[in-house]
């Protein structure tokens, strides 16, 4: 009787962890998704200065939610995101606009696939 309860213990803790980490998943996208259409607003409009503040308030947002992210999700997918958000005060500082660009679609690309490979389905399950 003992062991069953350690097992129910073991599987409500496993599936709690679980809905946490898609919680954290889907609050990030939500975000980052927000900060980079912001960017890019920002680099339409060519407002040197705002582009360079929001760069570093996204760079400083994922530094907070690196951290926590990396306990869940798979450290490629999360150091390849990583490297390319540390890109991008680099192409801002040389006004290097067409590769910002392509840079932000890239991290915008990146932030789904950790979101739709975290959502329990068919195809992740199997």
């Known amino acids: 009787m003992k062991r069953l309860g350690i097992v129910l213990c073991l599987l409500a803790a496993m599936i709690l962890v679980s809905i946490y980490s898609i919680y954290r998943v889907e609050r990030m996208h939500g975000e980052m998704t927000a900060r980079l259409d ?3 607003e920002t680099t339409a409009r ?3 200065e705002a582009l360079v503040e929001q760069v570093g308030a996204l760079r400083d947002y994922w530094d907070r939610e690196e951290k926590t992210l990396i306990l869940f999700l798979r450290h490629s997918h999360v150091d ?3 490297r390319s958000i540390m890109r991008l005060p680099a192409l ?3 006004r290097n606009i067409a590769e910002l660009n392509a840079e932000l679609d890239t991290i ?5 696939h950790l979101r739709d490979s975290e959502l329990p389905n068919l195809r992740t399950v199997m």
């Open 108 to 112: 915008r690309w990146q932030i789904d």
């Open 92 to 94: 801002t500082q040389y």
């Open 80 to 82: 390849d995101l990583t």
């Open 38 to 40: 912001e960017i890019a």
């Open 46 to 48: 060519e407002d040197s």
